[in-house]
């Protein structure tokens, strides 16, 4: 708050700056088109599936990485220039512009060029001097890769399937142009690009596959000649021949005992027959019966040789056989000759009695192959790791032959296809109005930037600001006792005596508020040097500019307001900006109280003291010179009688010279009856300063206390 109007005109001057540059801001317009890419609508027609987010996020970004390329928007800025170079330009240069871009080529030679990089979608490189020429003129156009790319916006919509491109331009047309010339030459370069990768992965794929032809090959033919075949026919091993004969046994075995029981109740219907002979067809039994044989005998002939043409033969003739049966059977279907149904009855006996002998018959052939493989299978035990080494091995680059196999006719499939999935769905258009104006915005900005950066400085120096400049933070930094808080004061065009005095006029509020401020604090400085009981004083500090010979004189002033005879005594031998400053008589070295008794003594000293004028004020100077009060000063010199004088006088001041460069301080301290320290509030307290605190501390009751110099008015009341 102490440095508001700082940061209130910081945040003006701000916004005013932003006003001004933001006056002749020009129209700007936008125009977007709208491209769908498929990624994440179903379609039917579509070879792959679609893609999960991730990886439907990762084909977003590499599109909208493409796009804003150097590639497509160098072919971008080829379209413009040869728009604006055989059109009606949208960009008009100056003469002195047309002149620069046109100085080494003419513009028949640059339409060819840019011809022709746009035809052979080849980028301009600037390590070539034809190039430079074109670079140079698209840069004045202001086509560059760096400006299009700027003011080009490419983005998905939402979460959608739709990419968002987005030109802004002073000129309606253009943006619509760009963003329409950009779809264009995305998807010519797209398309080129991707035709290239698939035919890269096509070459690829079909070496690949050829690789895993040559190794089955190879394992195939380890095969062969190891006696096993390849691997295509190991489904004609010994042990799926066992399994294969293992399931015909258990089916065959099945059909005998349904046999058995159709043989069963046929003979329990022949005892139950009491009939007599009847008629029946002869010439039709006859065929049946050499039928029967016929198929009989065909079914022995399988079981000898297990050829799969005497199994058809078998078959087909048990077809004809059953035909006939059925046959008979419809045409004695209404005789209800008992004689008829015996021999039906017995012909039925006589096939399931056939059946059975066969059926009996090829199950011993089988349990004999079964066990003969068997013990085929056990005898070769000794060589199936091997054996099944050599499978395995077969087997898997078989596998990998058919898998890169069905790779590339994938791949040869998609590349045939030439498909590309994005499509224009809404044409950028020419935009109706500008953009809405961000000058306010832009404004804002300015101003709390303005306004929070001034803060933040402050709060910077603020915090590094190491300096005692409230008492609250000397009190901390140094813990020595505080008597008084004297403000800075600036002497210039004024003097001390006349703001003490009050006789100072001033137009200025603030001056004006500063002397009372100034005068009100000595006041309270001189009650506590009366109150403190003693009257021998030695002001001194830790370093130089404390402002200890200003203090001196305001306090003597205030003192002889106070109807007090203060003797001033300039014992800073260093630097005697005292005697300098009050016109005193360099007598001190020189003085020598023995030849004189007290009272002729201090008659001696106001002879050769300088009397400020007002008859209450006195001061004795000094020469000065690079010497300490113990080496220039007479063994009986004047500090030894500072006792007598206070029979005359009220106070005694003596200055010293700073204890961080001197020792002449320390030698003053036994002359004097307190010792007042003097800081300024605008310096800090480093390491040598803390020795000399330390000094203070050490007088115990001689030190009469601490006064923080030159505190900036706005501090004076912070505790």
């Not at 066992?242 to 075995?253: A, C, D, H, K, V």
């Not at 307190?674 to 800081?679: C, D, E, H, N």
Request: glycine fraction near 4%.
């Amino acid at each position: 708050m102490k440095r508001k109007w700082i940061i209130i005109s910081t945040t003006l001057i701000a916004a005013a700056v932003a006003y001004f540059l933001t006056l002749n801001q020009p129209n700007k317009f936008r125009s977007t088109a709208q491209i769908a890419t498929g990624y994440t609508t179903y379609d039917p027609v579509r070879l792959n599936e679609n893609a999960d987010n991730f990886q439907q996020e990762t084909k977003f970004n590499n599109a909208i990485v493409t796009f804003t390329s150097p590639a497509v928007i160098n072919l971008l800025s080829y379209h413009l220039i040869l728009h604006d170079l055989k059109q009606t330009p949208f960009t008009v240069l100056s003469e002195e512009d047309t002149k620069k871009a046109f100085q080494n080529i003419s513009k028949e030679e640059a339409i060819r060029a840019f011809q022709n990089k746009l035809d052979s979608m080849l980028m301009l490189s600037p390590s070539l001097n034809e190039d430079k020429k074109l670079l140079n003129i698209l840069s004045l156009y202001r086509y560059d890769y760096g400006t299009i790319k700027g003011l080009l916006g490419v983005g998905r919509h939402q979460r959608s399937d739709f990419l968002n491109v987005t030109y802004v331009s002073k000129d309606p047309e253009l943006s619509a142009f760009v963003v329409n010339t950009a779809y264009n030459q995305f998807i010519r370069y797209y398309g080129l690009n991707r035709d290239k990768t698939i035919s890269q992965s096509v070459d690829t794929l079909k070496r690949i596959m050829e690789k895993k032809k040559q190794v089955l090959d190879e394992k195939n033919r380890i095969l062969q000649q190891a006696g096993l075949g390849s691997s295509e026919l190991r489904s004609n091993s010994n042990l799926n021949i066992i399994s294969n004969l293992e399931s015909q046994l258990t089916g065959e075995r099945s059909k005998l005992a349904t046999l058995q029981s159709d043989l069963r109740k046929v003979n329990q219907r022949l005892a139950n027959i009491d009939s007599k002979p009847a008629e029946n067809n002869n010439a039709l039994n006859d065929e049946i019966i050499q039928l029967r044989v016929a198929r009989n005998a065909a079914y022995t002939e399988y079981l000898k040789t297990n050829d799969q043409a005497d199994y058809k033969k078998y078959t087909t003739l048990n077809d004809k056989y059953q035909q006939k049966v059925l046959s008979l059977r419809s045409t004695n279907e209404n005789i209800k000759d008992p004689v008829a149904d015996k021999v039906e009855l017995q012909s039925q006996k006589t096939d399931l009695e056939i059946d059975i002998q066969s059926s009996t018959s090829f199950i011993n052939s089988l349990e004999g192959k079964i066990n003969s493989l068997k013990a085929a299978v056990a005898s070769s035990g000794s060589n199936n790791a091997a054996v099944e080494s050599l499978r395995q091995d077969a087997d898997l680059a078989s596998k990998e032959y058919i898998e890169a196999q069905y790779k590339y006719n994938t791949a040869t499939d998609l590349g045939g296809l030439s498909v590309v999935n994005f499509r224009l769905a809404v044409p950028g258009q020419p935009a109706m109005a500008p953009e809405p104006s961000k000058r306010m915005l832009i404004i804002s900005l300015a101003a709390f930037a303005a306004f929070f950066t001034t803060i933040a400085i402050l709060i910077f120096f603020t915090y590094i600001d190491s300096s005692v400049r409230t008492p609250l933070i000397f009190s901390k930094n140094v813990n020595l006792r505080l008597i008084s808080l004297i403000n800075f004061m600036n002497l210039r065009n004024k003097t001390i005596k006349d703001v003490i005095a009050n006789t100072y006029t001033s137009t200025d509020s603030e001056d004006t508020n500063r002397n009372n401020t100034f005068r009100e604090s000595l006041r309270k400085l001189r009650y506590e040097i009366e109150t403190s009981g003693k009257k021998v004083f030695l002001f001194t500090s830790t370093k130089k500019g404390q402002g200890k010979t200003t203090i001196i004189q305001a306090l003597a002033y205030s003192m002889s307001l106070s109807k007090k005879r203060v003797l001033i005594i300039d014992t800073n031998f260093c630097n005697p900006d005292l005697t300098v400053q009050l016109d005193a008589e360099p007598v001190l070295e020189k003085i020598i109280p023995q030849n004189f008794d007290d009272r002729n003594l201090v008659e001696e000293i106001k002879k050769h003291s300088k009397d400020l004028g007002i008859g209450s004020i006195y001061a004795i100077g000094s020469a000065g010179g690079d010497y300490t009060p113990s080496e220039i000063l007479p063994r009986e010199n004047l500090l030894h009688h500072l006792q007598t004088l206070t029979s005359y006088f009220d106070y005694i001041f003596l200055e010293g010279p700073p204890l961080n460069d001197f020792s002449d301080s320390k030698e003053l301290v036994q002359y004097v009856e307190g010792v007042i320290a003097i800081f300024s509030a605008q310096d800090v307290i480093k390491q040598i300063d803390r020795q000399s605190i330390s000094f203070f501390k050490e007088l115990n009751g001689k030190f009469s206390g601490s006064i923080l110099n030159m505190v900036d008015m706005k501090n004076v009341n912070v505790i």
